[in-house]
């Protein structure tokens, strides 16, 4: 995985910048600490951060390349998983390879197909290729969004770059905020409109697009889109056929010329994608490296409910047994989390899910100590519906964001100059409507299946993709490369057209999932109700975030007091109601910590509103 940023320009000569250009790759060495290496010319530039993975001797970029009289330049960050098949069709057309990256892969691929290659890459990605005699700019991100690319239109060209705060460095970009941002953070985060990067004018593009720039500006275009049809398997036919698109994925995903290991909470999917990936290890002689965390003092103080009826540790322990893996398992101090909360808005560059973020961030820089690449469960709950609300008939069929039920409440905080310009209701439900809009269903779908249609085009556009921006920036921030096998394109094309009783196969939560893995995995951990990602119990860490807010309260200087009620945050603090913010990842104790990163963000970025 790596780092990309440049610029296009068509008014300016860019070879007199370089030094921004410079102090915006530097911002990305997190992402890519291995190699730097930068294209420049007078109308445009490209610069790039490696973390090698593959090919570390050949694969360095960015990476130019000539076909007769047409040359590409290309910055890439990303990991292919059909590159031989890319390669050996481009190899029969002709081409040539020196080298067995991915990276020149892409960009053969896309001297051959042009702006079609992405139909032919099976992968996470972001890229930019610059068409030197066209003065044509191409960029590309990956079907489900897992990499990001963030773009900003200024006089006369384009800035772009994996992170905002690249971005920022650029001298014509301000950390400037308005309404809309605004609305953003309070009604919306952690989770974005898609397209939206929060700071005026920073957008990004969307997943499944694509995009050209030149002289005559922007052209965004949707090359891969979720399509309703028929599903005409039976029942054991789309047991097998799930089986194999899901060890297939893993395998592919496997591929790494440095250290890899696994994610293991001890839930349905991480220990799915360690038990196939041990069982290719095994074949190769090699032992698997495990991780999981946990929090001080959690067996003391954790409590069973509806959403968390056990905790991880005797289900991680029981699945390290079964693989005989060689585990690791990081257990977080209640300061350790509380002081990362602030490194998780370095990472993020947004207010983010609080300790969720901040003990991803922890893991991630503890799993960098033994291996490079990491394979992840995200996405499996999204596709095969394992959420609470994809069951309970009450909160399905409740109009708006499952996730986000408290509008209302968000918006209480805000002070009345800036709540006098927003309807908030409307905000959210506007984006909420456009998406169950753009649901592709069949028409005879009756109306329990095409409800179920839309929460998953809802999970996916929005819900998904706050937890792919988690997963990326706290692993990228410590130079970690994490792989998603579940957010493989082709599983869920599948898995949106199955019916819903399929999916809930025997009243199970991703019951298809489960029995078509069923050989993979004990019984305990196969049958074991669902459990989310493991938070901190332990009474401390409200105290300690709670201290933090006091403190910023106290601090006539806090920026958050331009737009949040000093009151309402007393209030907060005090409340002994569970309220939540973002589902159940957040409720009191992370809604306090949610409203300390974004002090910290208006202060560390010197926000202004304008």
Same mark, same amino acid.
């Given at each position: 995985m790596c780092g990309i940023c440049g610029q296009i320009s068509f008014c300016r000569n860019l070879e007199e910048y370089r030094e921004y250009f410079y102090n915006m790759q530097n911002k990305l060495i997190n992402r890519g600490p291995d190699q730097h290496g930068e294209y420049f010319s007078c109308d445009a530039v490209l610069m790039h951060r490696r973390l090698a993975v593959i090919d570390i001797e050949k694969g360095k970029q960015p990476m130019t390349y000539a076909v007769g009289n047409r040359v590409f330049t290309i910055c890439y960050n990303g990991e292919l998983y059909n590159t031989l098949e890319i390669r050996n069709r481009l190899e029969? *057309?002709?081409?040539?390879?020196?080298?067995?990256?991915?990276?020149?892969?892409?960009?053969?691929?896309?001297?051959?197909?042009?702006?079609?290659?992405?139909?032919?890459?099976?992968?996470?990605?972001?890229?930019?290729?610059?068409?030197? #005699?066209?003065?044509?700019?191409?960029?590309? *991100?990956?079907?489900?969004?897992?990499?990001?690319?963030?773009?900003?239109?200024?006089?006369?060209?384009?800035?772009?770059?994996?992170?905002?705060?690249?971005?920022?460095?650029?001298?014509?970009?301000?950390?400037?905020?308005?309404?809309?941002?605004?609305?953003?953070?309070?009604?919306?985060?952690?989770?974005?409109?898609?397209?939206?990067?929060?700071?005026?004018?920073?957008?990004?593009?969307?997943?499944? #697009?694509?995009?050209?720039?030149?002289?005559?500006?922007? *052209?965004?275009?949707?090359?891969?889109?979720?399509?309703?049809?028929?599903?005409?398997?039976?029942?054991?036919?789309?047991?097998?056929?799930?089986?194999?698109?899901?060890?297939?994925?893993?395998?592919?995903?496997?591929?790494?010329?440095?250290?890899?290991?696994?994610?293991?909470?001890?839930? $349905?999917?991480?220990?799915?994608?360690?038990?196939?990936?041990?069982?290719?290890?095994?074949?190769?002689?090699?032992?698997?490296?495990?991780?999981?965390?946990?929090?001080?003092?959690?067996?003391?103080?954790?409590?069973?409910?509806?959403?968390?009826?056990?905790?991880?540790?005797?289900?991680?322990? $029981?699945?390290?047994?079964y693989l005989d893996s060689k585990h690791h398992r990081l257990v977080i101090g209640t300061n350790e989390l509380k002081d990362a909360l602030f490194l998780a808005v370095d990472a993020r560059d947004l207010p983010g899910m609080a300790d969720v973020d901040a003990s991803m961030l922890l893991l991630c820089k503890s799993i960098r100590e033994q291996v490079t690449v990491a394979l992840s469960g995200e996405c499996a709950d999204e596709i095969f519906g394992g959420y609470p609300w994809f069951r309970d008939k009450q909160i399905r069929d409740t109009d708006g964001f499952p996730w986000a039920q408290s509008t209302q409440y968000r918006f209480s905080f805000l002070k009345d100059e800036f709540a006098s310009h927003i309807n908030p209701d409307e905000f959210v439900y506007s984006r909420y409507k456009n998406t169950v809009a753009s649901t592709p269903k069949i028409n005879d779908a009756d109306g329990e299946e095409a409800r179920k249609a839309e929460m998953m085009k809802l999970n996916i556009d929005w819900f998904m993709q706050t937890l792919l921006d988690r997963k990326d920036r706290m692993s990228m921030y410590s130079s970690l490369e994490v792989r998603v096998p579940f957010c493989d394109h082709r599983i869920v094309e599948y898995l949106f057209n199955v019916p819903w009783h399929m999916k809930n196969y025997d009243g199970y939560e991703k019951g298809?999932?489960?029995?078509?893995?069923?050989?993979?995995?004990?019984?305990?951990?196969?049958?074991?109700?669902?459990?989310?990602?493991?938070?901190?119990?332990?009474?401390?860490?409200?105290?300690?975030?709670?201290?933090?807010? #006091? #403190?910023?309260?106290?601090?006539?200087?806090?920026?958050?007091h331009t737009f949040i009620k000093k009151e309402e945050l007393k209030r907060l603090i005090q409340s002994d109601k569970s309220q939540p913010w973002y589902g159940q990842l957040m409720t009191t104790p992370q809604t306090i910590a949610y409203f300390v990163q974004f002090d910290y963000w208006l202060r560390k970025f010197n926000v202004k509103f304008v």
């Open positions: 029969s *057309r002709g081409y040539n390879f020196f080298s067995h990256s991915d990276t020149e892969v892409v960009l053969k691929a896309y001297c051959e197909y042009g702006e079609k290659c992405v139909d032919y890459l099976n992968g996470i990605f972001a890229f930019a290729v610059w068409e030197h #005699e066209s003065k044509r700019l191409f960029l590309a *991100r990956d079907r489900m969004g897992v990499k990001p690319l963030f773009y900003y239109e200024v006089k006369g060209g384009i800035v772009f770059a994996s992170e905002i705060k690249a971005l920022l460095e650029h001298p014509e970009i301000d950390s400037e905020i308005d309404i809309n941002s605004l609305s953003e953070i309070m009604l919306l985060g952690p989770g974005r409109t898609p397209g939206c990067g929060v700071f005026k004018g920073v957008k990004e593009l969307r997943a499944g #697009e694509r995009a050209f720039f030149d002289s005559d500006g922007m *052209r965004i275009s949707r090359y891969w889109q979720l399509r309703a049809k028929e599903h005409t398997d039976d029942f054991e036919t789309t047991v097998e056929t799930v089986q194999f698109l899901v060890t297939d994925s893993i395998k592919r995903q496997l591929v790494s010329d440095v250290e890899l290991g696994t994610f293991l909470s001890g839930g $349905l999917d991480s220990s799915i994608i360690s038990s196939v990936t041990n069982e290719m290890f095994r074949r190769k002689g090699k032992v698997l490296h495990t991780f999981s965390v946990d929090y001080e003092d959690n067996d003391i103080f954790f409590k069973t409910s509806k959403f968390q009826p056990n905790s991880d540790t005797e289900f991680v322990r $029981l699945m390290s047994d298809l999932l489960r029995y078509a893995m069923r050989d993979y995995l004990p019984d305990e951990v196969l049958w074991r109700k669902k459990s989310p990602y493991p938070k901190t119990h332990n009474p401390a860490y409200r105290n300690a975030v709670s201290a933090l807010l #006091e #403190e910023i309260i106290e601090d006539e200087a806090s920026p958050i």
